[in-house]
């Protein structure tokens, strides 16, 4: 067998070919292969080499800008979802890079005759906390039923940290005399709601509170049930206004504490 050893190949204008040297071989010029068949292995520094497809099975391929590698599919990058009804304290969880925060302030207290408490204010905001460690929670407590010729309490302020906050809503007769209570508005989030207000001494049949974010009040009470809305004011939402007593001689109901959601993102 023969063997021709030779430093390069040339095309017929001296430029372009190969070179070879200590075992190498070096294309001058443009490379271009119809049909490539590797059998072995291919390596070598350069960023366009894909890496090895060995393992990765339902990954795509990624780059930081500087070099390439494969990452696991996603559908969602939902981490986690908490709920405060009291006060408390949001730590980062590990990873988390966005968070959506919903905050509502407590409901005001109703009154006898009909005069109902107004709900909390209401916020929402979706926030970078890249570079937040943790967030002081504070909830509104639901203000106190009263009765007639007296007013409900205000519904308390609910707070995440210094970014938002959502009003307690007025309770009854405070904002006029046998009037509802007003509701209360959010800030600090992309969007603020106004709490909705209560009903007035007209509303003999023992008017409901007003309704927040989250749904309504308890419903109205009926003198043969004694002080029906005042008994079953939790079964109501977060941050409504409690229902007024029916005639001056049954007590309205207390307003509804508020709530504090976070969705935490990864």
Request: aromatic share 8%; net charge positive.
């Amino acid at each position: 067998m023969s063997t021709l050893k030779v430093a390069s190949i040339r095309d017929l204008s001296g430029i372009g070919g190969f070179t070879l040297a200590s075992g190498n071989i070096t294309a001058n010029g443009t490379l271009t292969v119809s049909n490539l068949t590797v059998n072995g292995t291919m390596s070598g520094s350069s960023g366009q080499i894909v890496p090895s497809v060995s393992g990765q099975s339902g990954k795509f391929l990624t780059t930081n800008g500087s070099s390439m590698s494969w990452a696991s599919v996603s559908s969602e990058n939902i981490s986690s979802m908490q709920v405060w009804t009291g006060n408390g304290t949001w730590n980062r969880p590990s990873g988390v890079v966005y968070i959506h925060v919903r905050c509502n302030g407590g409901g005001g207290g109703g009154a006898g005759h009909g005069e109902s408490g107004g709900a909390g204010g209401y916020s929402e905001r979706v926030m970078s906390v890249a570079n937040i460690s943790s967030v002081g929670i504070t909830i509104g407590g639901g203000g106190g039923g009263t009765w007639y010729f007296n007013r409900g309490g205000d519904g308390g302020t609910s707070s995440f940290g210094p970014y938002m906050s959502a009003g307690g809503g007025h309770g009854a007769a405070r904002n006029n005399s046998h009037s509802g209570g007003l509701g209360r508005n959010g800030s600090g989030g992309d969007i603020n709601i106004w709490g909705g207000g209560g009903q007035s001494h007209a509303a003999h049949g023992g008017g409901t509170g007003g309704p927040s974010h989250f749904g309504g009040s308890v419903a109205a009470g009926w003198p043969n049930g004694g002080n029906f809305s005042h008994n079953h004011q939790d079964h109501s939402a977060y941050g409504s206004g409690g229902s007024g007593g029916h005639f001056s001689s049954f007590r309205g109901s207390n307003g509804k504490y508020g709530v504090i959601t976070v969705i935490n993102y990864k």
